[in-house]
C-alpha cells in the first residue's frame, strides 16, 4: 500500500456541520491551513444530507441563553455541562445569521421576524442546508477538502497529537496527515443495535447508517476521556417512515393518544426520554398502538405537513399520498427508533474544555461528537465548530509540526493490509455486524426487551462483543469497500464496548427507555454525577465526576 505523507496546521476530521463551519470560521479569522477530510463528499455527508425543516435551537423572542440551558438540563434530569450549554446557547442567533447570509432561506412571519414553531425553534426551508454549508468552502484558498478519505487513528504522544492515519475508500492509497492541532467532527454513532426496520429497509433508520462512531473509537483507543454515553438516544418517529415527529407535535400541536384516544403524556412526563417511555408502557400494558392526534387540523396545516416532511422525509408525504388518507383524516402511529450514541441530542461523547479541547492536548471536539452539552441541534453544531476553530486558530501559534517516525507508518501500513492478506474465513463482515447488533439489542437494552436491561445481561454483552472484536481483527478485504466496512465495524465495536460500561456503571435509571436498569429502576440523587471513562492498556476504566452547575467553569487541570 502507497502511503501519501500531507502536512497541515489543523486537520479537521468529518466534514458535516461542526466540521465545515470550524473550516469556515478558520478562514474567516486566521491565516492558518486547514485539510478538512470527509469519508464521503461534503455536498451531502452527514446528518444533514437529506435536508431539515427548521433550526431547533434558537433563542426566539422574550427567551435567553440561559433559558436555553434550564430547558437543556431539565430534559437531561440534570446531568449536563452548564458551562457548554451556556458557551454554546449564546452563539445560537449569531451562527443562523451567518448561515442565512450564506444562502438559507429562513422563513418570515407578517413582520418581518423569523417565523417561530415554538419557544426554541425558527422555520426554514433547508432542503439544500448541506450544499449551502459545503459551496461555502469554495474559493477558501486556506482551505483544502480531501472528499473519499477514511480518518482510523489518531497519533498521539506523551498526550498531545501529533495527526492521523486513514486511507481512501477507493485507491488502495494510506495517508499520514500531520498537523499541528485537529478538531474531530465526525457525528455520533449508529447500527449499534438491531434496527426496527430489518431486512433491505434495515438503514431506513433515524441517524446516519454511515456515522459509525470513528471519532469516538479513535478518541477510546487514544486514551480519551469520555462521558456520559450512557445517556443513549432513542427518538420517537413516525412508524415505518423514521420520519421526525416534531414537526408533527410543534406544528400541529398534537398530543400523544394510545388506541382508546386517552392522551398519555401528563402521566409519564414531556422530557424526550419520557415521551418514548410512555409510548413503550402503553403499547406493553395493551394500549397500543400509539399516535401522534392530527384528526381535525386544517387543510392548510395539513399541506404545510406535506412541504415540510418533503423537505427532509419525503417517505411520510408519500406514505399519505398512497394511503389516499392525510394526517387530518387519520393520526400519524408513532414508535421508538434503535438506541443511539449522539452528544448533538444527549450528553455523550468527549469529555471536553469550555474550549472543546478533549483531555488530549490540540485535540478539540465539535458537534455530536463533543459531550456534555446536550440539544445542540444544527446551530449547537455550527456554535461549537466555531468555538473550537477560534482555540485551533489560537493553539498553533507556537506549535511546531512534530516528526512521525517511520516505523508507525510502516505499521499501519501491514495493518491495513493484514485485511487482505486474512483468507476468507467462517464469518463475513455482515455476519458479524449482524451478531453485534443482537448481542445489542437482547443483551444491553435495545427495541426487543423494550429498552430494558440488568447488570448479568450486561456482562453477557460484554463478554460477546468482546469475541466479535478478536473475529474482526481476522476479516477479510476483497477490495477498499471491504476495508472500510471492516473498520466501520471495529469502531462500532469499540463504542458498544464503552457503552455497556457506562450502563454497568450507572446503578440508577436517571433517564427511563434511554438508561432503564432493571436492578436499579428508580432515579437516586447519590447519582448527580457525571459517569466518565477512560481506555488503559486496552481496558475501560470508569471515572466519576462531580457535576459542573451554577456558573462554575471546567478545566483539564482538575483532571486527574
Known amino acids: 500500500m502507497d502511503f501519501k505523507r500531507l502536512e497541515t496546521d489543523i486537520l479537521i476530521i468529518g466534514g458535516g456541520t461542526a466540521g465545515c463551519f470550524a473550516a469556515l470560521t478558520i478562514a474567516a479569522e486566521s491565516d492558518a491551513e486547514v485539510l478538512l477530510v ?49 458557551s454554546m446557547a449564546e452563539r445560537l442567533n449569531a451562527v443562523t445569521q451567518k448561515l442565512e447570509k450564506l444562502g438559507l432561506v429562513i422563513q418570515k412571519d407578517e413582520q418581518g421576524r423569523y417565523a417561530a414553531r415554538g419557544t426554541r425553534n425558527i422555520k426554514i426551508n433547508g432542503e439544500n442546508i448541506k450544499p449551502i454549508l459545503a459551496n461555502s468552502l469554495k474559493g477558501q ?106 414537526t408533527i407535535a410543534q406544528g400541529a400541536k398534537a398530543g400523544q393518544i394510545n388506541s382508546r384516544g386517552e392522551n398519555y403524556e401528563k402521566t409519564y412526563g414531556l422530557t424526550t426520554s419520557q415521551r418514548v417511555y410512555g409510548t413503550i408502557r402503553e403499547n406493553m400494558e395493551g394500549r397500543g398502538p400509539c399516535y401522534l392526534d392530527t384528526r381535525g ?160 445481561q450486561l456482562l453477557v454483552a460484554e463478554e460477546k462483543i468482546r469475541f466479535l472484536s478478536d473475529i474482526s481483527k481476522k476479516l477479510h478485504a476483497e477490495d477498499m469497500d471491504d476495508l472500510l466496512r471492516i473498520y466501520e465495524l471495529r469502531e462500532r465495536l469499540v463504542v458498544c464496548e464503552t457503552l455497556i460500561a457506562h450502563l454497568r456503571a450507572r446503578k440508577e435509571t436517571r433517564w427511563h427507555s434511554f438508561c432503564e436498569n432493571m436492578d436499579y429502576p428508580q432515579k437516586s440523587d447519590q447519582w448527580l454525577i457525571y459517569v466518565n471513562s477512560r481506555m488503559e492498556n486496552g481496558v475501560i476504566r470508569i471515572i466519576y465526576r462531580d457535576l459542573v452547575t451554577g456558573g462554575e467553569k471546567y478545566e483539564h487541570k482538575d483532571s486527574k
Not at 478518541?219 to 445517556?231: D, P, V, Y
Open 297 to 456: 387540523i386544517s387543510k392548510k396545516q395539513e399541506e404545510e405537513l406535506y412541504k415540510a416532511y418533503l423537505n427532509m422525509a419525503p417517505s411520510q408525504t408519500l406514505k399519505w399520498m398512497e394511503a389516499g388518507k392525510g394526517p387530518s383524516d387519520e393520526p400519524v402511529e408513532i414508535e421508538g427508533t434503535e438506541p443511539y450514541i449522539v452528544g448533538g441530542h444527549t450528553a455523550s461523547g468527549y469529555w471536553v474544555d469550555e474550549k472543546r479541547e478533549t483531555t488530549i492536548h490540540g485535540l478539540y471536539a465539535a458537534g455530536d461528537v463533543a459531550g456534555g452539552c446536550p440539544q445542540k441541534y444544527v446551530t449547537g453544531a455550527l456554535a461549537e465548530g466555531e468555538i473550537a476553530a477560534q482555540a485551533a486558530a489560537l493553539y498553533i501559534r507556537e506549535k511546531e509540526i512534530r516528526p512521525i517516525k517511520e516505523k508507525e507508518v510502516e505499521k499501519k501500513g501491514k495493518e491495513y493490509l493484514s485485511f487482505f492478506w486474512n483468507k476468507s474465513g467462517t464469518f463475513t463482515i455482515e455476519q458479524v455486524e449482524e451478531t453485534m447488533q443482537k448481542v445489542m439489542d437482547q443483551y444491553a437494552g435495545g427495541i426487543s426487551v423494550h429498552y430494558q436491561f440488568n447488570q448479568k
Open 38 to 86: 470527509e469519508k464521503a463528499n461534503i455536498k451531502r455527508s452527514g446528518c444533514l444530507a437529506a435536508g431539515v425543516n427548521a433550526i431547533n435551537a434558537y433563542i426566539t423572542e422574550g427567551q435567553t441563553p440561559e433559558d436555553y440551558v434550564g430547558y437543556a438540563k431539565r430534559d437531561a434530569e440534570e446531568i449536563v455541562r452548564e458551562d457548554l450549554l451556556l
Open 141 to 246: 484558498k486556506q482551505v483544502k477538502v480531501l472528499n473519499h478519505i477514511n480518518i482510523t487513528d489518531y497519533v498521539v504522544e506523551n498526550q498531545e497529537i501529533k495527526g492521523a492515519f486513514g486511507f481512501h475508500v477507493e485507491e488502495k492509497v494510506g495517508y499520514l496527515i500531520q498537523a499541528k492541532a485537529v478538531i474531530c467532527a465526525t457525528g455520533g454513532a449508529a447500527g449499534l443495535y438491531k434496527p426496527n426496520n430489518p431486512g433491505f429497509s434495515r438503514h431506513k433508520m433515524w441517524y446516519p447508517p454511515f456515522n459509525t462512531g470513528a471519532g469516538y473509537a479513535m478518541g477510546i483507543r487514544a486514551g480519551a476521556e469520555m462521558t456520559t454515553f450512557e445517556m443513549r438516544f432513542i427518538a420517537l418517529r413516525c412508524k415505518d417512515t423514521i420520519a421526525p415527529t416534531g
